[in-house]
């Protein structure tokens, strides 16, 4: 399974041990998508997977002040997210929003409802990740 993950990975340089997700369909314009690869576990059908999403201009509300900055400006995300393999579903565990690139910078947390399930849409990063996750090439 691992392997075939492998096989997606770019060889673009890695941060800390991320690894960029390449898909035709991802918009690299807009933002590089990574994971963690040391982090992917597996039990059953479900696969949770370390995310870290980095965008190439400022996301969020606009703020006030000399910089423009509010907290809910971001440039960069890590989230964990859990894939029911069997099912082709996807719900969000954990999120945080960081000031900089690469998740850096100062961070805010974000509230999630652990128990509310996606389904993983046709060419999306989550469709990415499920086919790393749980082997679907």
């Not at 590089?32 to 059908?45: A, C, F, K, L």
Request: charged share 20%.
């Amino acid at each position: 399974m691992f392997c075939m993950a492998l096989l997606v990975l770019s060889c673009a340089p890695a941060y800390a041990g991320w690894a960029a997700v390449e898909k035709d369909y991802l918009d690299p314009g807009r933002q590089t998508v990574y994971i963690d690869p040391d982090t992917v576990s597996r039990e059953e059908n479900l696969v949770t997977i370390r995310q870290l999403t980095d965008y190439k201009w400022m996301q969020g509300n606009a703020g006030f002040g000399s910089f423009m900055m509010g907290s809910h400006r971001f440039l960069s995300t890590i989230t964990r997210k859990q894939f029911d393999c069997a099912a082709q579903r996807v719900r969000l565990l954990a999120f945080t929003e960081f000031s900089r690139h690469m998740g850096t910078g100062i961070s805010a947390n974000g509230y999630v409802d652990q128990d509310a399930w996606l389904p993983v849409e046709p060419e999306s990063i989550n469709r990415a990740l499920w086919e790393l996750g749980c082997g679907k090439e």
